[in-house]
């Protein structure tokens, strides 16, 4: 039993090393239970060393139950750096369906998992990013609600402030009209003299009623007039605050889609990278 390219796989790596200019590249192989060679010059694989054990698990163990080539990403963490580990089977150059060994390669992998690991960074910061942003649209939105329910407020307090007016104009138009009455029964009562007079008196509290209640709803006016300026200052100051929210809102949404669009990105530069 035995394979000739096993037996001469070690000249053959000779020729394969000029394939990666960057030299960044390990080869291997074994036999059912051990590794039988190990090119390691450029980059240090240590589960590769002549004579190390299969472990269960690994990819030539892996390899030599499935009877199928076997691709391996081993993170940073174990060996120090990043590998890609490509394992194939061998069998037996007489007997083609029995198994008795794997070759295989180790490739460096340090640009392509600091890229990854990068893309992933940056994906989970836009995550966070955009997560922020939607809670900011919901308080935008938030405070446009309150923003609209105020100006609708702020509109009902205006037509209060209108009837108001309203309201005094007519209490006006009536003080006039008892002030001309008690001007009319003054004169009434100076006809009638002396049997009048109790009348008379009564004519001029009349007439100062009514000049008091004129009085009194002129300065209820003015201070209609004045709520009424201060109401309109306060509508427009939130119609302004309405449309910035609003636009702040838009402005928001659209960021937003442009973090969502460089998440897509950099889950497609995560993508690419894993097939370095």
Known sequence: ????????????????????????????????????????????????????????????????????????????????????????????????????????????????????????????????????IENTAHAAGDIAASEIKLSNEITSIQETAQQINRILDSIKEIADQTKMLGLNAAIEAARAGDSGRGFGVVADEIRKLSETSKQTANDIGLLTRDIENKITIAFDSSQIAMGATQEQSAATEEMNASIQELSLMMQELNRIAAGI
């Open 1 to 132: 039993m035995g394979s000739k390219f096993l037996d001469e796989f070690p000249v053959v790596v000779e020729y394969l090393v000029t394939l990666f200019p960057k030299k960044d590249v390990a080869f291997y192989s074994t036999n059912l239970t051990e590794f039988t060679f190990g090119d390691t010059r450029f980059i240090d694989v240590p589960f590769a060393d002549v004579g190390n054990k299969l472990a269960a698990g690994g990819p030539a163990d892996q390899c030599i139950k499935t009877r199928q080539p076997i691709e391996t990403e081993i993170d940073q963490s174990l060996y120090g750096k990043a590998l890609k580990v490509i394992t194939a089977p061998v069998f037996d150059d007489e007997q083609t369906d029995t198994i008795i060994g794997t070759y295989g390669m180790a490739i460096a992998r340090d640009d392509a998992h600091a890229l990854r690991n990068i893309a992933a960074t940056f994906q989970h910061s836009m995550t966070e990013i955009s997560t922020a």
